[in-house]
């Protein structure tokens, strides 16, 4: 999902059928950052408007209230960094194990001595 603002306000607001006025409060909420031009005018991304729509998810499909929905944000974010976190942990053992691996000596071999089983 791009980063890159690319749509003003009325075509946000458009895409995910909400008021303008609607998203400026989302913003002054802190539910939303869209970036902003030299000028001042509000420029979202994909991924704003990805945040808008489940906004409006759970806004109006589950009836949270707007400090539901900060909470559900700020705990889905937190769980998304965590998640990459554990990745980046996860790559870094991987890759220390291909170090360790790469020290054995292969010409070693524990041999075994087969005991034939007693008669009685």
């Given at each position: 999902m791009s980063e890159r603002p690319i749509y003003m306000i009325?075509?946000?607001a458009d895409l995910v059928g909400m008021h303008p006025q609607t998203l400026r409060i989302y913003e002054q909420k802190g539910l939303v950052r869209p970036q902003r031009t030299p000028g001042g005018t509000r420029l979202y991304s994909e991924a704003d408007v990805e945040r808008l729509r489940i906004i409006q998810r759970l806004?109006?499909?589950?009836?949270?209230?707007?400090?539901?929905?900060?909470?559900v944000?700020?705990?889905?974010?937190?769980?998304?960094?965590?998640?990459?976190?554990?990745?980046?942990l996860q790559a870094q053992v991987q890759d220390?194990?291909?170090?360790v691996h790469k020290h054995y000596r292969r010409d070693l071999v524990v041999y075994r001595e087969e005991r034939s089983p007693e008669r009685r």
């Open positions: 009325s075509v946000a806004t109006t499909e589950l009836g949270l209230n707007l400090a539901g929905v900060e909470l944000l700020r705990l889905e974010d937190e769980l998304r960094k965590a998640h990459a976190q554990i990745e980046r220390e194990i291909q170090k």
